[in-house]
């Protein structure tokens, strides 16, 4: 299956999006829309960075295994999924790029690496729920991060 992309521009700098993305824990905060029940293992953040979560799109509820895999600060991170039994397994990467205003531009691309057949019959359905879905992510991502860093105090980059 052709994987999904979705982005947003954020008036943050490539290392306070990381800073954010990296500890798993904040991901809740963004994505409870459809993932809901978050149970974290492993270490809070980076590699090894692990939770468990139930999905529900389009009706259908099913615990998904998420593990950070990859990180290379302060440019990208990905995460291994694994749900439907390990039948469906796809990598989530998250990208962030510094904008030549200021800011950055986030996105996150799903890519299945095995799909179940219903997944593979349905295609156009699934990909565009997961486009829709992961939209919404990415405008309540800027929205966390405008909270996190203000909480922290540092002022977004000029944009």
């Not at 529900?56 to 600060?73: F, M, S």
């Amino acid at each position: 299956m052709r994987s999904v992309t979705v982005s947003i521009d954020v008036p943050y700098t490539p290392e306070q999006v990381y800073e954010f993305l990296d500890v798993m824990a904040h991901h809740e905060g963004f994505t409870n829309h459809y993932l809901t029940d978050w149970r974290y293992s492993g270490p809070s953040h980076g590699i090894g960075s692990r939770a468990t979560v139930t999905a529900t799109l389009g009706g259908v509820k099913t615990d998904v295994a998420i593990e950070v895999v990859e990180a290379d600060a302060p440019r990208r991170i990905v995460e291994r999924n694994v749900s439907a039994a390990g039948r469906r397994q796809a990598n989530g990467t998250y990208t962030i790029e510094p904008l030549p205003s200021g800011g950055s531009q986030v996105s996150f691309t799903y890519a299945w690496v095995r799909a179940p057949l219903a997944d593979r019959l349905l295609a156009p359905v699934v990909r565009a729920t997961m486009q829709r879905a992961n939209r919404a992510v990415m405008r309540r991502l800027a929205t966390e991060l405008a909270r996190h860093v203000s909480a922290a105090g540092a002022p977004p980059s000029s944009a």
